[in-house]
């Protein structure tokens, strides 16, 4: 009778599994420090074994510029595109017989249409002295007798005038003038760019999985060489009660900190290359748009890069510890 | 303390390792397992660390069944027996110092009291001031001495050595035997198992001995 609320078979065994101590706050001090066990015996392994974990951190720290500095590029692109959409400017160039008096005649009547907002003249001499300043060419120009350059009229369409067919409609009419030699829509190029942009955001987005798979596996596999040497170590842990969690934890801080550290060192890579890029970028932007600044890594961005190489640096570590550290027993 | 009860054990692929072992151990008492090479001395251990599990019979720890605890109890049952080895099992590439506080960092003990334990666990084995030095640096008997010290740092009831004297000289042996029996003297319940029959019946303790798996003296 004196085992009555014994049930054979459905006692559970009394043995704790609870970190040691009895009280809460023994029991958050023994939480605390495991973590920071963990934390600095990682970040020792990492500073003890230099050498390999710079290489490792190089490799992934230039995977990691690579997506990230083509992402930054596209943004900057596509910067630069948004800029131009806005603009639904038709280009007139003029026959080359049209003197400057007639052209300027030909702008007024322009300008009576209510649906222009803006119409500018472009004379042969401005066209020439920017073409010297943009092109390159400037010397070979100043050897020719006669400036071959039309004169340009800018017209632009009021902001509301955004449907595409009116567009249209009034660019044939603009074609039809007899002043007229050729008329261009500068929303064309500025489309065929924006399928440009899609195609490498898309090439970006690919680029990036890619890179960040390699990051995993490269991770995975420090972490695999890691653990195959410290093999002992975590034999002999397991003997004297270590918890699956204890032999995992500082295997997952050293993924966390190979990740985290190569994300740092892209960030460094990145804003270095966009450094030395901004100037040209910016002279090229400054054709078309003051407006234009260079986008460097914002916060968003580089938390965001920090935080994803970080946890592909603990995914990749779970991942070989998941497989691996199973088959590891005492003996 | 320590109970086996019918307990019988068998390595896929191999014949029966253990065959009916039944003995007990109090808390508090110290016993030799003794046995030719092969009788199942070591695989007797490991069933006490649960590094194996019984295939019939029942392994009593406290009053409680090694063979019901669940994988994630086990770390626990090894925190109450203190392991010792033959070949010491201490890691090579850490001092003395981190050696020993091994366990007391598994359970998650903070900085201070860390240092505290150890240093008064090698203070017990003799080893007061050598907290710095490497395990190669050391003796066979000085390296045991740090195996005892890992081993009683966390104050577990049970001691289990396999062959703690199998690598050093007589002399030695009797000394680190000696330690033991001081640990015994403190309450601790202590099981050795060791093949040395001349050092073993010099001592005044209770044998147990295997043969063929089989337990013929207790
Ligand atoms: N992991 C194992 N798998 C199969 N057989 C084993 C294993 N470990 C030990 N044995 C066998 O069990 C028997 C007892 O071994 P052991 O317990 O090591 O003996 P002792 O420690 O007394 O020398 C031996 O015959 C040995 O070959
Ligand atoms: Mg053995």
Redesign the interface.
């Known amino acids: 009778m004196k085992q009555v609320n014994k049930k054979p078979g459905k006692q559970e065994p009394r043995w704790q599994t609870k970190i040691s101590g009895g009280n809460f706050v023994d029991k958050f001090h023994a939480y605390r420090n495991l973590h920071a066990h963990a934390l600095f015996s990682s970040l020792g392994r990492l500073v003890a074994s230099r050498f390999s974990s710079a290489m490792t951190i190089t490799v992934l720290a230039i995977a990691i510029s690579l997506a990230s500095g083509f992402y930054i590029l596209v943004a900057n692109l596509q910067q630069l595109a948004g800029n131009l959409e806005a603009s639904n400017q038709i280009s007139l160039f003029l026959k080359d017989e049209i003197s400057e008096a007639r052209a300027n005649k030909f702008a007024n009547t322009i300008r009576q249409n209510p649906d222009i907002q803006d119409v500018k003249v472009i004379t042969k001499e401005q066209a020439l002295a920017e073409f010297q300043t943009y092109s390159g060419f400037g010397d070979a120009v100043k050897a020719l007798e006669k400036n071959p350059l039309p004169v340009v009229i800018q017209v632009l369409p009021k902001n509301s005038l955004k449907n595409e067919l009116v567009l249209e409609t009034l660019l044939d009419d603009f074609k039809r003038s007899t002043e007229v030699d050729f008329a261009q829509m500068d929303m064309q190029w500025v489309k065929r760019l924006q399928s440009i942009m899609d195609v490498a955001r898309c090439g970006v987005t690919i680029l990036s999985l890619l890179l960040g798979a390699g990051v995993l596996f490269i991770t995975a596999n420090t972490i695999r060489l890691e653990l195959h040497n410290r093999r002992d170590e975590v034999v002999i842990a397991k003997l004297v009660g270590a918890t699956n969690s204890f032999i995992h934890r500082p295997f997952l801080y050293g993924g966390f900190w190979i990740g985290f550290f190569s994300g740092v060192a892209a960030w460094f890579i990145v804003t270095t290359i966009m450094l030395i890029l901004k100037q040209p970028i910016e002279r090229l932007s400054g054709l078309y748009d003051d407006g234009f600044h260079v986008l460097f890594l914002g916060f968003t961005e580089t938390l965001a890069l920090l935080v994803i190489s970080s946890v592909l640096g603990v995914v990749g570590s779970w991942i070989v510890l998941h497989f691996q550290l199973r088959q590891l027993k005492p003996e | 303390m320590l109970k086996f009860d019918n307990v019988s054990m068998r390595y896929p692929g191999a014949g029966d390792v253990l065959r009916n072992v039944s003995f007990h151990l109090e808390r508090g008492e110290m016993a030799f397992l003794t046995g030719h090479s092969g009788a199942g001395k070591s695989t007797l251990l490991?069933l006490i660390?649960v590094?194996e599990r019984c295939t019939r019979g029942r392994v009593l720890l406290d009053g409680?069944?090694l063979n019901?605890?669940?994988d994630?109890?086990v770390?626990?049952?090894?925190?109450k027996v203190g392991?010792i080895f033959q070949d010491y099992?201490?890691?090579q590439d850490r001092t003395v110092f981190d050696n020993v506080a091994?366990?007391l960092?598994?359970?998650?003990?903070?900085?201070h009291e860390v240092s505290r334990r150890v240093r008064a666990s090698l203070d017990k084995v003799g080893l007061l001031g050598k907290e710095k030095k490497y395990p190669l640096v050391l003796s066979g008997g000085e390296q045991q001495r740090v195996g005892i010290a890992?081993?009683v740092v966390?104050k577990p009831p049970l001691i289990v050595a396999d062959e703690p004297t199998g690598n050093l000289d007589p002399e030695l042996s009797a000394e680190i035997m000696h330690l033991f029996e001081q640990f015994q003297q403190v309450g601790v319940t202590i099981l050795i198992a060791s093949h040395d029959i001349s050092l073993i019946a010099q001592m005044n303790h209770r044998i147990l001995k295997l043969d063929h798996g089989q337990l013929v003296a207790s």
């Open positions: 490991k660390a590094i409680e069944n019901q605890a669940k994630r109890q770390p626990y049952i090894r925190r392991l099992k201490l890691l091994l366990p960092v598994i359970a998650g003990y903070g900085h890992r081993a966390n």
